[in-house]
């Protein structure tokens, strides 16, 4: 059996490393912009970079690993890119003063592993690309999967308020993670700080008669807004119960939101025909909020299953909740006949 609270220590001074660069790109994004000329650019840089940071760290304290990363190097070897190479590198050295090109294209190229292996680490280097170049929230993802489930979530929030009284779209100075161990727990900590206490957290049922908040993502395109609007006021028709507007946020840090009991509910429904899900989309999150004691499914009550490949084939949207609240969504969902597009 993994060494599973050695798998979260190192995945969580990973993830501290990686946000302690995207940060800092993040500050200098002007900066950055005006040294490419090209409005892709400052998400490249701190993708590639945080994806080296993370496997570079995995690869030294765990030896050879298989992570599945977002990104790959092509783009930085083409000659032509040069000016993002040396970009990256610049980022990466803030926490690796010792990089070098070849040792930071070589720690990109961790990530290629491929998903034909039993247990095998999955990144999303930079979850949210649109709320991290709006200054908004973004998260470093990195989950352990074994078989069809992920058993450890590590997932940085570095823009994420801890205090849930602050406003989610003002970015927080320190940000907070989330650390879980399927079976054991899941742990918030401060996202600057890898030595931080780690405190447990979980999050209680919905109570009955209570008012429901929920969140969706910010990007229309991501989630269907007309079936998410009719499944919230068939909720509070049927139930007599206040459901809000969603509270929108991006990236996995939803998940992180319904852990801590400050949303009752995520909803990803499917927008466009044919959309699969990715696994590192969804690997963090789902462990992070299973742990916390929320339901993760898909729209048809179907687990998440990670078992086959890059995507999540086999499902359709997502729907996280506490068991109660994913009940009556669930039952929503069927009652309104909403389908998948296609
Ligand atoms: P969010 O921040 O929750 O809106 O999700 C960001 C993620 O949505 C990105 O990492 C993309 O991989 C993913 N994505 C891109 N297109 C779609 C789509 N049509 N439906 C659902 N997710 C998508
Ligand atoms: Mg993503």
Same mark, same amino acid.
């Given at each position: 059996m993994p060494d599973y609270a050695k798998l979260m220590e190192v995945g969580r001074e990973a993830v501290c490393a990686a946000a302690i660069v995207t940060n800092q790109v993040q500050n200098a994004l002007d900066e950055v912009r005006s040294l490419t000329k090209d409005d892709k650019s400052p998400v490249t840089i701190a993708d590639y970079a945080a994806q080296a940071v993370v496997g570079r760290i995995l690869r030294e304290r765990l030896g050879d690993v298989i992570l599945v990363g977002e990104e790959d190097s092509a783009f930085l070897r083409d000659e032509d890119n040069a000016v993002f190479l040396n970009a990256t590198l610049a980022a990466v050295r803030e926490v690796w003063?010792? !990089?070098t090109a070849d040792s930071l294209l070589e720690a990109v190229d961790v990530? #290629?592993?491929?998903?034909?292996?039993r247990h095998f680490w999955t990144l999303?280097?930079?979850?949210g690309t649109k709320g991290f170049l709006r200054d908004q929230q973004y998260a470093i993802a990195l989950g352990y999967i074994e078989g069809d489930t992920p058993t450890v979530g590590v997932m940085g929030c570095?823009?994420?308020?801890?205090?849930? #009284?602050?406003?989610?779209d003002v970015p927080h100075e320190h940000g907070c993670m989330y650390a879980a161990i399927k079976g054991v727990g899941v742990y918030e900590a401060p996202?600057?700080?890898?030595?931080g206490e780690l405190i447990r957290i979980t999050r209680l049922d919905h109570v009955e008669g209570e008012p429901i908040s929920v969140c969706a993502s910010?990007?229309? !395109?991501? #989630?269907n807004v007309s079936d998410t609007d009719r499944v919230l006021e068939h909720i509070a028709k049927t139930h007599g119960i206040e459901v809000g507007e969603p509270v929108r946020l991006d990236s996995q840090a939803k998940y992180a939101v319904v852990a801590r009991g400050q949303a009752d509910a995520y909803l990803r429904l499917p927008t466009r025909r044919g959309y699969v899900e990715r696994i590192w989309d969804h690997a963090a999150g789902c462990c992070i909020a299973c742990e916390a004691g929320a339901f993760v499914t898909d729209i048809f009550g179907r687990n998440l299953d990670f078992s086959h490949g890059r995507g999540l084939e086999k499902n359709k949207g997502v729907i996280c909740a506490p068991p109660r609240v994913h009940g009556r969504i669930i039952e929503a969902i069927e009652a309104l006949g909403i389908q998948p597009a296609g």
């Open positions: 003063p010792e !990089a990530g #290629s592993g491929d998903t034909h292996h999303d280097p930079i979850d570095p823009n994420l308020p801890v205090d849930m #009284s602050e406003p989610l996202c600057d700080d890898p030595t910010v990007e229309k !395109a991501h #989630s």
